[in-house]
């Protein structure tokens, strides 16, 4: 399967961002997806997933209340919609897929995408 990420790009504080992954080849449209992050010289870290029927999503906590993650199946797509973000945010931001996301939540993927950047700065 292969994963492309978009809707990078730099935004202020307390702005928003809508990233999109669209999913191509073997798509495992019944996987859950998810996403994660890396800051510069810090290690990938999970960020969001979400179950192959949208029914279950899971969130760090550094994230809770202010990202959004959902998927279009008819699509092959998944987003995340941030808000209010914060300096903090500022990272590659990337696409996971795997049977569940407890998977997901331990950084287990099936594939990874090539990133998208966020900058959060003012």
């Known amino acids: 399967v292969r994963l492309v990420e978009s809707g990078g790009g730099l935004v202020q504080p307390g702005g928003s961002l809508r990233l999109s992954c669209a999913a191509s080849g073997r798509t495992f449209s019944n996987y859950a997806k998810g996403w994660f992050r890396q800051a510069p010289g810090k290690e990938r870290e999970f960020v969001a997933a979400?179950?192959?029927?949208?029914?279950?999503?899971d969130y760090a906590d550094s994230v809770k209340g202010r990202f959004t993650i959902s998927r279009d199946n008819l699509k092959n797509t998944v987003y995340l919609q941030m808000n209010s973000l914060k300096a903090e945010d500022t990272a590659v931001y990337y696409c996971?897929?795997?049977?569940?996301?407890?998977?997901?939540?331990?950084?287990?993927?099936?594939?990874w995408g090539q990133g998208t950047q966020v900058t959060v700065s003012s």
């Open positions: 996971a897929t795997n049977q569940f996301t407890g998977q997901l939540r331990l950084g287990s993927s099936s594939s």
């Open positions: 979400i179950s192959w029927t949208g029914a279950t999503t």
